[in-house]
T-cell receptor
Framework: AQSVTQLGSHVSVSEGALVLLRCNYS??????LFWYVQYPNQGLQLLLK??????LVKGINGFEAEFKKSETSFHLTKPSAHMSDAAEYFC?????????????FGPGTSLSVIP | GAVVSQHPSRVICKSGTSVKIECRSLDFQATTMFWYRQFPKQSLMLMAT?????????EQGVEKDKFLINHASLTLSTLTVTSAHPEDSSFYIC?????????????FGPGTRLTVL
């Protein structure tokens, strides 16, 4: 079984500051991990994914995440926040081995960017 | 990238009526589709896993007789909310997994906003 926790339901950063969104996972099998972004009243957009290749994953819009097995973490970072980054961010985990593996989402973190 | 569409994008209905939501994979075949429900300010909760040509698998606590799922082809799954009530008002999102080998990603539809009066 898999589960995801995201520390901090709301994060606020200044424009140009570092963005750090935390994600910890639990998985009984080697996990596949994802970060999604959701803008108000819209669907999900994939930012990046970890599928057992490189532990440092680079995604779209300048985001990246590092898989740390020893810490069971997959934190999302961006060096410099932009106003357009304000949105809801979801970390997700799956076993990923078959077509039937479910993707389990964390509770989400709402990111605010202060001008 | 792979595209998943949902129809309608928004629906308002009266209490007691049934509503059908379609989820289509436009440029790939999806052996498996997933249905999620998202209440305001909350995360996505998996409702059911829809497998082409077989019965859907529902998550614990989801009424299969209320949320009817049909996955009749490799590109279409439908969710029917039967006898809808105001508490069923939510954002329903589907996703589809590409059946091509080595794909680990689910592609999400844009969501359907259901409001039950």
């Amino acid at each position: 079984a898999q589960s995801v926790t995201q520390l901090g339901s709301h994060v606020s950063v200044s424009e140009g500051a570092l963005v750090l969104l935390r994600c910890n996972y639990s998985s009984s099998v080697p996990p596949y991990l994802f970060w999604y972004v959701q803008y108000p009243n819209q669907g999900l957009q994939l930012l990046l994914k970890y599928t057992s290749a490189a532990t440092l994953v680079k995604g779209i819009n300048g985001f990246e995440a590092e898989f740390k097995k020893s810490e069971t973490s997959f934190h999302l970072t961006k060096p410099s926040a932009h106003m357009s980054d304000a949105a809801e961010y979801f970390c997700a985990v799956s076993g990923g081995r078959t077509s039937y593996d479910k993707v389990i989402f964390g509770p989400g973190t709402s990111l605010s960017v202060i001008p | 990238g792979a595209v998943v569409s949902q129809h309608p994008s928004r629906v308002i209905c009266k209490s007691g009526t049934s509503v059908k939501i379609e989820c289509r994979s436009l440029d790939f075949q999806a052996t498996t589709m997933f249905w999620y429900r998202q209440f305001p300010k909350q995360s996505l909760m998996l409702m059911a896993t829809s497998n082409e040509g077989s019965k859907a698998t529902y998550e614990q606590g989801v009424e299969k007789d209320k949320f009817l799922i049909n996955h009749a082809s490799l590109t279409l799954s439908t969710l029917t909310v039967t006898s809808a009530h105001p508490e069923d008002s939510s954002f329903y999102i589907c996703s589809a997994r590409d059946r091509a080998g080595g794909r680990y990603e689910q592609f999400f539809g844009p969501g359907t906003r259901l409001t039950v009066l």
